[in-house]
């Protein structure tokens, strides 16, 4: 079949880290996507892995394991501002260039 | 850039009643998206253009539901007639592809709510 699976909610307190895992069944896969989405807000984007490894983009970084049909999002020096939903998502065969998104992952961050 | 424009921000109408919802894409960007968002299903794909064309329409839960994009600018999704069920965050989003990098650009979405 295919699905996203990320855990539902997750808590931690400033200055932590925190890790958000997402794995996928896709029957084509281009790259996993990351966004994130404030209550009352829009989605935005936050990172893309095509290839196997780690990418990073100041406190956040994103790793894909195209072989292990997983990634995840790391979230260092966690901020109060960071409390969001983060969403991870797949196009989901070759044939269909459009996104679907996981049911996220609400962070809250405590002081 | 703007970003992505969408109107109304918010719409409350009543059962029956027909709701048109507007989408004005980033000016360049040749994919267009409309997608909805409830807490039951989450983010879930409605539509979708590239090049003003309508890719795939799977994801349009019933006749009720309509979609256009006479121009790269502007793109309507309509509800006739609307029903409780279909009350949701409607976002519109565009995209620019190149290569296979997935960066959606999502407008402030419409809440509607059908009574």
């Known amino acids: 079949g295919q699905s996203l699976e990320q855990p539902s909610e997750v808590t931690a307190v400033e200055g932590a880290i925190v890790q958000i895992n997402c794995t996928y069944q896709?029957?084509?896969?281009?790259?996993l996507s990351w966004y994130q989405q404030h209550d009352g807000g829009a989605p935005t984007f936050l990172s893309y892995?095509?290839?196997?490894g780690l990418e990073e983009t100041g406190r956040f970084s994103s790793f894909l394991s195209r072989s292990d049909s997983y990634g995840y999002l790391l979230l260092q020096e966690l901020q109060m501002k960071d409390s969001a939903s983060y969403f991870c998502?797949?196009?989901?065969?070759?044939?269909?260039?459009?996104?679907?998104f996981g049911s996220g992952t609400r962070l809250q961050v405590q002081p | 850039d703007a970003g992505v424009i969408q109107s109304p921000r918010h719409e409350v109408t009543e059962m029956g009643q027909e709701v048109t919802l507007r989408c004005k894409p980033i000016?360049?960007?040749?994919?267009l998206f409309w997608y909805r968002q409830t807490m039951m299903r989450g983010l879930e794909l409605l539509i979708y253009f590239n090049n003003n064309v309508p890719i795939d329409d799977s994801g349009m839960p019933e006749d009720r539901f309509s979609a256009k994009m006479p121009n790269a600018s502007f793109s309507t999704l309509k509800i006739q007639p609307s029903e409780p069920r279909d009350s949701a965050v409607y976002f519109c989003?565009?995209?620019?592809?190149?290569?296979?990098?997935?960066?959606?650009?999502f407008g402030s979405g419409t809440q509607l709510s059908v009574l």
């Open positions: 892995n095509a290839l196997d």
């Open positions: 998502a797949v196009c989901m065969d070759t044939g269909r260039r459009a996104l679907t």
């Open positions: 896709t029957s084509g896969f281009y790259g």
């Open positions: 000016s360049g960007h040749d994919y």
């Open positions: 989003a565009s995209s620019f592809r190149t290569g296979g990098n997935e960066k959606l650009f």
